[in-house]
């Protein structure tokens, strides 16, 4: 008798007659068997086809849980903007919305990301400036003492700087300039603290690099007159009396009524020398520029 071939939908349709033949209690496996090839049974899943909600609809709820004070929520909402209505004025405003829900809440991270990922998508938008606002507030916000790593300090001052760059007539213009100051105050005093930690230590030029750097980029905070006392006492210490005298003069120059210029010349005065500036120092050129907070 010649072998026949037979498709493999006849040859599994036999197998799983047997195996309801000979064995009940394997209904399961028949199942699964029959429902891979449609065998036996009707569809076992359907497509749901889920009606479309209105953006408007999905906006009001998202404002509803923000008036609820629940920003999470609020924020997941919003998102849902974007996925259902790309490249719509709608997708903006979720975005919009969705950063300040995180920010709310707070949850700084998915707000900065947020902020910045409007700003590389709508950077002529009006509410631009706006993004550049809550991205650094977010970082603003997590400032910590001065003891304490300041990447937060250093990444809200570049944004707000950026801020008043790109938008000098922004409404947060005002607000940001007196923030860059705080940042820059922060900053200044987080190199001057370890400054003094150096100088204690008697590691002078480690001390002289940090206090150097709160005057050439934050000379305009409060710490600066100590600063260039600082910088006095390091360099009297190490015996460079040139540089020493100079810082004293340019304190003098700035600020005649410091304390610290006083300290600054009385110290001077154990040596037998006074307050003198020399022009080839490097301080002299800081001085130029120097004036008082």
């Known amino acids: 008798m010649p072998m026949i071939f037979r498709s493999s939908r006849y040859r599994v349709a036999v197998l799983a007659c047997a195996l309801l033949a000979a064995a009940p209690a394997r209904a399961d496996i028949l199942d699964s068997i029959t429902s891979g ?77 947020s902020a910045q990922r409007y700003i590389g998508l709508y950077p002529t938008s009006p509410d631009t400036p706006y993004m550049y606002y809550l991205a650094g507030m977010s970082y603003y916000n997590q400032v910590p003492a001065v003891m304490q790593d300041q990447e937060s300090a250093e990444k809200a001052l570049a944004i707000f700087t950026q801020l008043v760059e790109k938008f000098p007539k922004s409404e947060y213009v005002t607000d940001v300039k007196y923030k860059i100051q705080v940042a820059r105050d922060q900053l200044a005093a987080k190199d001057m603290t370890v400054g003094r930690f ?31 006392y600082r910088l006095t006492e390091a360099y009297f210490a190490m015996g460079v009396v040139n540089e020493a005298q100079t810082a004293a003069a340019i304190l003098g120059h700035n600020f005649p009524d410091s304390s610290w210029y006083k300290d600054a010349h009385a110290l001077l005065a154990t040596g037998g020398v006074a307050p003198e500036e020399h022009q080839g120092s490097w301080l002299s050129k800081i001085g130029k520029t120097l004036g008082a907070s």
């Open 37 to 113: 090839f449609g065998l036996f049974s009707g569809e076992k899943y359907k497509t749901e086809i889920l009606p479309d909600i209105p953006a408007e609809d999905i906006y009001n709820q998202g404002l509803a849980r923000m008036d609820a004070h629940d920003y999470e929520n609020a924020a997941k909402k919003f998102g849902e903007l974007e996925k259902q209505y790309p490249f719509s004025q709608w997708a903006r405003k979720g975005l919009l919305m969705q950063t300040f829900a995180q920010y709310q809440k707070p949850a700084y991270d998915d707000a900065v990301a």
């Open 198 to 228: 150096y100088l204690t230590r008697k590691n002078y030029a480690a001390a002289i690099n940090r206090f150097h750097d709160v005057l050439a980029k934050y000379q305009t905070t409060r710490h600066a007159e100590e600063a260039l």
